[in-house]
């Protein structure tokens, strides 16, 4: 993915990586610690001993400078600055601490550090075949996942054992982890759409909301199903079906050429219509790849244009406070004529346990 960062060099003298998404991204070395700096005078990657071995084997295209400490770091870039007559150095703005920009601009006598973040971050929109493939098999595995511990899910259970069949199923089905702190609520806890697993006991009647994920490879899946313990009364049953509706007009309306906002709208529109639009906060969906939020934001303030092999979700939710909630979340590709759906696997029909 090198080539991709020519288009800031049209821009800037060089670019300054120090996320270990885009390190990754960029060089190939997943090791996550130290710096890359790119320019026209070559592409070098700066670590310290526990990971030389490492980043020689992954960066085959980087010069791989072994250094310890920040401070030797800092003067070998002050180096490379002036031997390669650097002015504009671009860098992540939304990861650096605001002390260690203090440290390194003081460093780069003559060099201007400029946030650069929302366009670094761009050159990772579009995935690849060979990412996609990631994700796909990532989120094949969240299916397993889900399939296996619905077996599990019964009276008495508490929420955090829910949580941890999940999480080794999936590192037992060939995850390296998982993608983000796993949700597994029951009862009135799902009206928090981020809500942790507890010690509470499922019960009758309860919604089970679970959202998950694993990370295959360096990328990351997320799905969300909401099941009922028992029989669904009719209002989990609109609610659930209201959610539904909305989350296959949000499906319908992802593909190339949709501005971010009108896929927010289209599935914002039906829980509106159904009386619940205030209980539904949060975006339409995002963004997914080494990360487990990238760009775009499919949110009614974005105005990205979707493209073919973007990786979003479709995720919309009611959550009711002292009642509880429901959230769908499927992970798609972005497609000319609608989506490959990675979670299609998986059913949405309302599932009483």
């Known amino acids: 993915m090198l080539e991709r960062i020519g288009v800031l060099l049209k821009e800037y003298d060089a670019v300054l ?3 270990p998404y885009n390190m990754r991204y960029f060089s190939g070395f997943s090791g996550g610690e130290g710096c890359v700096v790119i320019c026209g005078g070559g592409s070098f990657l700066f670590t310290d001993s526990r990971y030389t071995e490492a980043a020689e084997k992954e960066a085959k295209r980087f ?8 401070a030797k770091r800092h003067a070998l870039i002050s180096e490379i600055a ?100 796993t949700i597994a609520i029951s009862g009135k806890n799902t009206s928090l759409p981020h809500g942790m697993p507890s010690g509470k006991r499922l019960e009758n009647g309860d919604f089970v909301t679970m959202d998950f994920g694993c990370v295959y490879d360096g990328y990351c899946s997320d799905m969300t199903r909401t ?17 539904l509706k909305a989350q296959l007009c949000g499906l319908e309306a992802i593909r190339a050429g949709v501005i971010c906002a009108d896929a927010d709208a289209a599935a914002r529109s039906v829980i509106k219509n159904a009386g619940f639009g205030e209980f539904f906060g949060h975006s339409l969906g995002h963004g997914v790849g080494l990360q487990i939020h990238e760009m775009p934001n499919l949110s009614p303030k974005c105005n990205i244009r979707l493209e073919e092999n973007m990786i979003v979700t479709c995720e919309p939710g009611i959550y009711i406070p002292d009642f509880g909630g429901v959230r769908i979340e499927d992970m798609v590709c972005v497609k000319k004529d609608g989506v490959e759906n990675f979670s299609a696997g998986c059913t949405k029909e309302l599932i009483e346990i």
């Open 227 to 243: 099941v009922v313990l028992g029989k669904a009364s009719e209002k989990q049953k609109r609610i659930y079906y209201t959610v």
């Open 82 to 181: 002036k031997k390669n007559d650097i002015r504009t150095m671009a860098f992540e703005d939304d990861f650096m601490s605001y002390a260690e920009f203090s440290i390194m601009s003081d460093g780069l006598e003559g060099v201007s550090l400029c946030g650069a973040s929302n366009k670094i971050n761009a050159l990772r929109i579009i995935k690849s075949e060979d990412e996609i493939k990631k994700l796909r098999r990532a989120e094949e595995i969240g299916i397993l996942a889900f399939e296996n511990v619905l077996k599990n899910i019964k009276e008495g259970i508490i929420e955090r054992d829910i949580a941890a069949e999940l999480e080794y199923f999936m590192r037992k089905n060939g995850a390296d982890g998982v993608s983000f702190d």
């Open 63 to 70: 010069k791989v400078i072994e250094c310890g400490g920040a």
């Open 17 to 19: 990586l120090t996320s």
